[in-house]
Every structure is written in structure tokens, then in C-alpha cells.
């Protein structure tokens, strides 16, 4: 099994994207990508452009050569859209997939946008998407639907993959966030090696004590129950959430990493450093518009773009 993190935070960008290799499979999951659209007043800094840009590409390319593709739930920064901001993968690029087959989180409990998504990639493919929440299939197996972070959480539920074969048991956990036991205690049962999850988001104010508490316990578990944790996504959002991914990495006995470090590259952590890029790197008045318009390009601001592989 060969495993391939595309797109996420220590990367980047913001999202989960990845690549399993088993055999004559090719599992692509979670093929989208953002940037926090506005983060401490700035919008993206065009560092973080270019390298979202470049890391755009690299999702086409593997949207081209996959032979599954899993749709964990419709979020931005997880599916492409129809109506994409300048920062995240546009649906239209999407070329014919004939030869891929879908495994997609369902509709129930979805959220009017979320099926709104759903519906346009329906469209725009051609034919309807599976509701694969809860099912298996040969290598493949799926979660029922599990909170995007706490139980109480008003971003809806998202689906976790299984990947099993002769050589590893790979988990992509999605966005729970470590926030529930729920989602915690199926990633357990299917006792991983490797399992790629979103960390919480420790950079909002609205976390409780009793959240972040809950979110070690968990992230802790997970950790003791897999030879290695990638923690990703929200929690490389903020040098705190690092930190404290790192004091978690060495309760648990030094297996708890980031994509980057699991990539064998230098973390790029472009989101949790907009403040530092814009006082680094100036940006012209009106940049951001014209760049929307393609007015603008990112020739000047290419300095990250070969980190991201």
C-alpha cells in the first residue's frame, strides 16, 4: 500500500486530500482544497495562492489517474463546486469520468448546501452518486455517518474510509475533529496502522476546556491504537494547535505526526503564518480582485510552490 497525502494544512492549504495505491486500485479521497478565505482581516496571502494553485493541479492529476473516489462530505475544502471561490478546485474542471467508481458520503442528515453540492456533482457527472455510509466493499470499508466534530456540532456528519489490505490497514478518519468516541471507537475496531484525521480546531475561541480535554483523551486513544496518527487539518491551523499536536505525539510515544512530516517534507504552514507572509512579502492594492478576475498572476509569489512536491 502506498499512501500519498496531497493536500492539507502542514502542506498548505486547507483540506484532506489523499491518495492509496493497493494493487490496481487507485483511491483518491476527499479531492478538494481552500484556503481560509479571511484569517486575522487578510484574505489569502498570494503565497498561499500560488501554492493552492499548484496543489489545485495536483488533485486534477490525480482525479485523472484514480480508479475510486471517495467523498467523505460536501465541504468546500473536501469536494470541488460548482460555485467555487478563486481558492478552491471548480467543479468545471472536472473532466468525463466513465471508468471511476464513487463511494460517497449519503444523503441522510445532510444540510441543504450539502445536498445542494451533492446534486451539482450528480449533474455534472452525468449520473447519480452511491450513498456508501455504513457499506464494504472487497478492500473498502465505510463508517456510518459520524459528527464533524462534537455530537452537538451544527456542521453535520461526515464518513470515515477503511483500506485494508495484505500490508496495511489505512483509516481516513475526515473531519471528526477528535471529538467524539463515536467515530473514535470505529477507527479502533479497525485496529489501522496508519490513520490520516483532522485534529481540532484549537484556534477558535468557541472550543471549551471540556472539548479540548475531550479532543486529547481521543486523539490519545486513537494515537495507542495505531502504529501512526497523522494529525492534520484544523489543528496545524495555529503554531498552538502544533504544539500541541507535538506534546501529544510524545505522551503517546513519538507516533502522532503531521502530512508533511509523513510526506518527509518541511511543514508549510502557511494558514497558521498569514499575519507573518503579509508583513514578509507585501501584496499590491487590489491584488485579490484582479486575480479573481485573471488579471493577476502569481509569478511574483512562487516563493513556497516547490515545497509542495
Not at 24 to 47: E, K, M, N, T
Not at 137 to 153: D, M, R
Not at 287 to 309: I, R
Request: charge should be negative; hydrophobic fraction near 40%.
Amino acid at each position: 500500500m502506498d499512501i500519498t497525502i496531497i493536500g492539507t494544512e502542514s502542506l498548505g492549504v486547507r483540506g484532506l486530500s489523499c491518495m492509496v495505491e493497493t494493487g490496481a486500485r487507485r483511491i483518491l479521497i476527499d479531492p478538494g482544497v481552500a484556503l481560509g478565505y479571511l484569517r486575522h482581516g487578510h484574505l489569502p496571502h498570494p503565497c498561499q495562492v500560488a501554492v493552492g494553485a499548484a496543489i489545485r493541479e495536483n488533485i486534477l492529476a490525480a482525479i485523472g489517474e484514480a480508479t475510486d473516489i471517495v467523498i467523505s462530505h460536501y465541504h468546500g475544502d473536501h469536494v470541488p463546486l460548482a460555485d467555487a471561490n478563486p481558492y478552491q478546485l471548480s467543479l468545471a474542471r472536472i473532466p468525463p469520468l466513465e471508468d471511476v467508481r464513487f463511494w460517497c458520503r449519503g444523503t441522510t442528515s445532510l444540510s441543504f448546501h450539502s445536498l445542494r453540492r451533492r446534486e451539482a456533482i450528480e449533474e455534472h457527472l452525468g449520473h447519480p452518486l452511491p450513498e456508501s455510509d455504513g457499506t464494504e466493499e472487497g478492500i473498502l470499508s465505510f463508517s456510518v455517518p459520524v459528527p464533524h466534530g462534537s455530537p452537538q456540532s451544527h456542521l453535520g456528519r461526515v464518513m470515515m474510509t477503511c483500506i485494508r489490505d495484505e500490508e496495511r490497514t489505512f483509516v481516513h478518519a475526515s473531519d471528526i475533529q477528535m471529538l467524539n468516541r463515536e467515530a473514535v471507537a470505529i477507527i479502533r475496531a479497525w485496529e489501522p496502522d496508519v490513520v490520516f484525521a483532522a485534529g481540532p480546531p484549537l484556534y477558535l475561541l468557541r472550543l471549551t476546556e471540556k472539548e479540548r480535554l475531550s479532543a486529547w483523551e481521543n486523539a490519545l486513544s486513537v494515537a495507542e491504537g495505531c502504529g501512526t496518527l497523522i494529525l492534520d487539518h484544523h489543528v496545524r491551523r495555529s503554531l498552538n494547535g502544533c504544539r500541541w499536536a507535538e506534546k501529544l505525539s510524545e505522551e503517546a510515544g513519538g507516533n502522532v505526526v503531521s502530512a508533511a512530516d509523513f510526506m518527509g517534507r518541511e511543514p508549510l504552514l502557511l494558514e497558521a503564518r498569514r499575519e507573518e507572509l503579509y508583513q514578509e512579502y507585501s501584496v499590491p492594492e487590489g491584488w485579490h480582485d484582479a486575480y479573481a478576475k485573471g488579471e493577476a498572476g502569481l509569478e511574483n509569489f512562487m516563493n513556497f510552490v516547490e515545497m509542495v512536491g
